[in-house]
């Protein structure tokens, strides 16, 4: 079950970079581990650690201000990528329950809302100013309300941002997607009894050649 | 059905709808999901129905084979140094025989990249819609099925119930006219357009992909050109069932027969957009002012012509010019550098995008010319694809041109089995995606077709294909 997500203040780390792409949030050689044995080691793994395995000093999360951030101010196109879950499974291990960017990729988004994870679209100029304004004051914490869908800038400035209703919902609520689907299951067998017989021929794999 | 009065309708709404189970109250829709495709990568989502106690609904509508972390060097199981890839791949063995689906196991025939087995079994079908734990499932919309990657959670939750919450993406439809020249593939038309729209242009969209030069593909060309739909950001890409799907399907493994077969038809025929039908936005190329494309960057999008130059942080447009020089950091490039002549470490010719047949045969045709300078690997899409490519002689040629000729399986496109890009290497790639880390820590990936891939293992560096065939 996801954590619910209802409202947030935490230390906000800039990333100053765009196109954060799942191989940088979650290499792919990390992919197989258990779910159960945490993600947080991985997440940025190349940028923050060297070859031997040792932090780099100078990346955003290893710096003493940011080390405890739970949320990240972005750029564009955070999360284009593969379809890995681990990408959110590394955030949110670490302790990442928000990501302020102009866009995102379309499947991270969509696994994001799985485990509690705020995603949140802003304007790239507002963007722009945060990561300056977190830079100049390494550690300031910034707040977010899910229920009134605003979001308060280090310079203290509310902001409003967007979020469908659904995500909203299962956020707030911290829904389990199958368990709720599966009160629907009598509906769900009519449909797939009706389209098995409208799409005979997808269904008759003893008469398959070869 | 045939209400004169309806509106038109895209191939996308059209299966959409058809998939439509129910919507809740703010705009999210319920779908069936056709067929799901597994493939090892599926270790988590079946460990979160065993903690949950949960079982598949519908063995029969998912199919698997191993492809991500499988070795190159051979299919056994011994191969696989690497315990929690041999993990993923019997994992996947055992979930086959527990739920009862169909698996395509290492040493079937019928084995390979999921992208590359589903259309060649037929279980690609126009008008199904198809998801996948993969981004790359776009590919199958090349046979004009609605078909989508999806992250570990959504693949428990169609495994559990065969559906799948999603919210209606927006329609595009990118139109492209006239003939591509000598030498220029699907994958530059691929990398082309995505230049052009950008590595996220068209994020919340299906594409379409439309006009006389799409229709002149064959379909493993659309199969390419579909494949890399997401790498533009797209939920996926289609292109419309025509005659050349249908004989492409026909007499496949699982597509339909006999009076089947003319039900499919019809129901396939249905599909193509209607006249009018809205798209949300439409965008139009000419496919005549395409060259061999190449990347020079860390994204699918930093790419030009081959003729091109690596570019000028300092001419780029602000907000552009620190992501330039960050990639070009990365990929150990000064600005202004001519792409042709760069030195080339290492080829990879492979991956769901570009290791059917035709692609095989494309790079055999310049393999043949001389011999790699540098090592070079091609693994083919699938293990009946080896073995076709072995009845044509191709694996000779590859062989006697110096390249290895491997297994089937993902290899060095996410590196996942241990083909890897050593650090600081260039490795020219006819694989998807070039991102910082993708080939290996500190790899740097140029993405191109696989004749242009071919060239740059005989040359050692990049050349224009177009060149070297008017040389020969």
């Known amino acids: 079950m996801p954590q619910p997500f209802r409202t947030l203040s935490a230390v906000a780390a800039p990333v100053d970079w765009q196109n954060v792409d799942t191989d940088q949030l979650s290499p792919v050689r990390f992919l197989r581990r258990p779910r159960s044995e945490g993600y947080a080691d991985i997440l940025f793994h190349d940028l923050r650690f060297d070859g031997q395995g040792a932090e780099r000093p100078d990346f955003v999360l290893n710096r003493p201000a940011f080390r405890s951030a739970g949320i990240l101010v972005a750029d564009r196109n955070f999360g284009v990528g593969s ?80 979020v469908e209703p659904g995500r909203k919902r299962r956020l707030l609520l911290g829904l389990d997607d199958i368990e709720t689907t599966l009160q629907d299951l009598p509906r769900i067998r009519r449909f797939a009894e009706e389209y098995r017989e409208r799409r005979s021929w997808l269904f008759k794999h003893a008469t398959m050649k070869g | 059905m045939m209400s004169a009065a309806r509106a038109p309708r895209s ?13 809740d109250d703010d705009g999210q829709t319920l779908l069936f999901v056709g067929r799901h495709l597994a493939h090892d990568g599926s270790m988590h989502p079946f460990r979160f129905l065993d903690e949950k106690g949960q079982s598949v609904l519908y063995p029969d509508q998912v199919f698997a084979t191993p492809d991500h972390g499988t070795p190159t060097v051979s299919h056994d199981l011994a191969d696989i140094r690497d315990p929690s890839q041999l993990t993923a791949v019997t994992s996947l063995q055992a979930n086959a025989r527990r739920h009862g689906f169909q698996l395509f196991d290492l040493g079937d025939p019928r084995q390979g990249i999921v992208h590359v087995v589903g259309p060649e079994q037929g279980l690609t079908q126009p008008g199904l819609l198809i998801v996948c734990g993969d981004s790359h499932t776009s590919t199958h919309g ?55 729209i950008g590595v996220n242009g068209a994020a919340g969209h299906v594409i379409e992909f439309a006009g006389t030069t799409v229709r002149s593909l064959s379909v493993e060309g659309r199969l390419t050109l579909c494949n890399m739909a997401i790498e533009a950001g797209a939920r996926a890409g289609m292109v419309a069932p025509d005659d050349k799907t249908f004989r492409y399907l026909q007499q496949r493994p699982y597509a339909p027969d006999g009076a089947d077969w003319q039900a499919a038809l019809a129901h ?30 860390t994204n699918p999008e930093e790419a ?32 202004g550098t001519p792409l042709v002549g760069l030195p080339i470490d290492q080829v990879f010719i492979g991956s769901c995008t570009n290791a059917r047949i035709e692609d095989l045969r494309a790079a055999a045709v310049v393999a043949r010319r001389g011999r790699a300078v540098i090592p070079a690997i091609v693994s083919p899409g699938s293990t009946l ?63 191109m077709s696989p004749a242009m891939a071919a060239a740059a293992a005989l040359a050692g560096r990049i050349v224009d294909v177009r060149d070297m065939a008017e040389a020969g």
């Open chain 2, 385 to 447: 694809v080896k073995r076709a490519a072995e009845q044509e002689g191709l694996d000779r040629i590859f062989k006697d041109a110096g390249f290895e000729w491997r297994e089937s399986g993902c290899s060095m496109c996410c590196g996942m089995n241990g083909d890897l890009v050593p650090a600081g290497k260039r490795c020219a790639s006819t694989s998807n995606r070039n991102f910082p880390g993708r080939q290996g820590k500190g790899a740097r990936t140029h993405l």
């Open chain 2, 304 to 335: 030009v012509p081959v003729t091109g130059f690596v570019p000028q942080p300092a001419a780029a447009e602000e907000g552009r010019r620190e992501a330039i020089v960050r990639s070009l950091d990365y990929m150990g490039l000064a600005p």
């Open chain 1, 83 to 162: 379809s890995r879950e681990s990408a959110v499974w590394a955030l949110v291990d670490f302790g990442i329950r928000c990501v302020v960017a102009a866009s995102f990729g379309d499947i991270f988004f969509n696994n994001a809302v799985k485990h509690g994870l705020l995603l949140v679209r802003e304007d790239p100029a507002v963007l722009q100013a945060e990561r300056r304004a977190l830079l100049a004051a390494p550690g300031t914490p910034l707040s977010i309300d899910l229920e009134a869908q605003t979001w308060t800038t280090a310079d203290g400035v509310t902001r409003r941002f967007e």
């Open chain 2, 142 to 196: 090349a046979l004009g099925a609605l078909a989508f990657g999806i992250g570990a959670s959504e693949v428990a939750h169609v495994l559990a119930t065969q559906t799948l919450w999603q919210r209606k993406p927006k329609a595009m439809r990118v139109t492209v006219e006239g003939e591509l020249g000598y030498g220029v593939t699907a994958k530059d038309l691929a990398l082309f357009l995505i230049a052009r």
């Open chain 2, 11 to 23: 191939m996308f709404e059209k299966i959409w709808s058809d998939h439509a189970i129910l919507e």
């Open chain 2, 268 to 297: 396939w025929k249905s599909l193509p957009s209607d006249e009018g039908a809205p798209f949300d936005i439409e965008i139009a190329a000419d496919a005549t002012t395409i060259a061999p494309m190449v990347t020079w960057g």
